[in-house]
């Protein structure tokens, strides 16, 4: 277990721990000099940070420990759009198929919803279906979604897989006579944009892939797709135009650019769903069916390597893959259908395996728990599948943008909060040196361990496992310099943007992914006596709707 976890605050000013130089209700700083040495830090399996192997660009004299068994000889992969062999490539985990255990294990953490099996949602709709409905349709402005707006007879089209000023035959895929707005597909393109291209992904396009949205977009044009949700979001939510918002209107490329045609391979952890057949794919559009692939073009080659695609996967409901970026650490995290054991896996490079059971919970199969990724001067342990951003260049960016714009000094005092494993807190703490204290606040346990043991030899940190908005009045915090939130896509919401308003903090910098969550939260922040001086977006996620934006507010009255 890690160390630098004093006894959670209880209302005292400033939290636990003695404070250095701290004004009362300040981020104190923790030290705790009159503690003994502290124990080194270990992972959940009793590995300590010198004990693992390093990872190119950090020094350390070691042995490498528990080296994993290296995956038997690939099998040929099948040529596109075949099924795989079932049977095919299979090895022994040690413990697959163990049946679930009863009750949460001490140190058992739940994985992120997106691992979690969806649950179906039962409505029953009013009025005369009009799937599969088709209309000849002008289509209008792009909208937060991944689709365009179109309307026929009175009636509002979300198109999918259109462009704004074409004309095309929308295909209804979801709505009846009495709703408010129809989903639809554009089946046929009439009069092409100009920014529209030949989408380079086979497995993209109307009924299939849901994971991008803009694959059919020159990567210029999706970046102006994206810049318009934007500019829609802050009028719409903000009422903010680019320039009130300090926005130069751009989406900013990320990666450098590539030879024409070539698609970034971006994704360094892809969740791909399996049928009942057991053939691997990604999910549809807003559906439970599985698109079959042989190979996800954005996927990084640290995943695309491990050769899940070709493998037969029967009995498994998911599997996640996972590389590393700056170490060579693959995680393949595998949720068994109920009731069916974990099949013998083989995979075409050395990885650790969990599982998840039925009840959330992580298993070990093979190797570590965690990966081990590098950035911002650092190797970050990152476990089971827990929060990391998932663009090879997005931390990297994400911090350069926050620190631009908060400019730490040293000895201040800064949140971060929404923390996960402690990236932006690490980045402040270097900044704001031994005599400056970073508080991290995150919900998540296991993210709280990882945060604690990355963090550990920086005395000025402090990482708190709560949710922001029930912790962060409990600690009795009254001011602070800086503020980093990096919210999921949700946002803060007003209460904790009141409360963040009112702790006088020098700089704030919002990161976020959802545009319209950001909207919303800079009008809260305007009530709260905030402006903005600066924002920027970045497209840490090609093909697909998404970005990524930094905000950096200071006090109106400045
Ligand atoms: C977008 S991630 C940011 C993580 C981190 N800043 C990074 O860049 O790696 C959001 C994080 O907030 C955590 N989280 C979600 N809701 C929370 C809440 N109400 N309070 C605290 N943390 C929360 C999630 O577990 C996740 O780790």
Known sequence: ?????????????????????????????????????????????????????????????????????????????????????????????????????????????????????????????????????RYEVEVGPVAHGGHCVARHEGRVLFVRHALPGERVVALVTEGTTTSRFLRADAVEVLE???????????????????????????????????????????????????????????????G?????????????????????????????????????????????????????????WTGVASVEAVAATGSSDRQVILRPRPGEQLPLVELDRETSIARVDDQDLFHRVHGRTFVRERAAGRTWRVSNGGFWQIHPEAPDTLVDAVLTGLDPQWGESALDLYCGVGLFAGALAERVGEEGAVLGIESGKQAVLDARHNLAALEQVRIECD????????????????????????????????????????????????????????????????????LRAFDLFPMTQHFECVAILEPAAE
């Open 256 to 312: 450098g650019k590539l030879p024409a045609g070539e698609v970034p391979a971006w994704r360094s952890r892809v969740q791909y769903a399996v049928d009942e057949e057991g053939v691997v794919g990604l999910r549809k559009h807003r559906s439970h069916d599985v698109q079959p692939v042989d190979r996800c073009l954005i996927a990084a080659p640290g995943v695309t390597e491990l050769g899940i695609e070709s493998r037969d």
């Open 1 to 133: 277990m890690t160390r630098n976890n004093p006894p959670r605050s209880s209302g005292r000013q400033g939290g636990s721990g003695r404070t250095s130089g701290a004004k009362p209700g300040q981020v104190a700083h923790p030290r705790w000099s009159n503690r003994r040495a502290r124990p080194e830090a270990t992972d959940r399996e009793g590995n300590t940070a010198r004990s693992l192997p390093p990872v190119p660009g950090e020094q350390r004299p070691e042995k490498p420990v528990k080296a994993v068994q290296p995956a038997k000889a690939a099998k040929a992969a099948p040529a596109k759009g075949d099924k795989p062999a079932k049977g095919a490539a299979k090895g022994a985990p040690k413990d697959g198929g163990q049946p679930a255990r009863q009750g949460r294990r001490p140190g058992a953490v739940r994985p992120p919803k997106a691992l979690r099996p969806a649950q179906p949602v039962l409505r029953q709709p009013s009025g005369d279906p009009l799937v599969g409905e």
């Open 192 to 254: 092409a944009a100009k920014d529209r291209i030949e989408a380079p992904c086979p497995f993209s396009g109307p009924g299939r892939c849901g994971g991008c949205d803009w694959q059919h977009v020159s990567p210029g044009g999706q970046r102006k797709l994206k810049a318009a949700v934007l500019t829609e979001q802050l009028a719409k939510l903000a009422g903010l135009t680019p320039e009130e918002a300090r926005w130069d209107g751009s989406v900013e490329p990320v």
């Open 467 to 534: 949710k922001v908005e029930t912790l962060l009045p409990r600690t009795g915090i009254t001011s602070t310099d800086l503020i980093v939130l990096d919210p999921p896509r949700a946002g803060a919401g007003r209460e904790t943007v009141a409360h963040l308003s009112s702790l006088e903090a020098r700089r704030i910098a919002y990161v976020a992914c959802d545009p319209a969550a950001l909207a919303r939260d800079l009008a809260f922040f305007r009530e709260g006596g905030y402006r903005l001086v600066s």
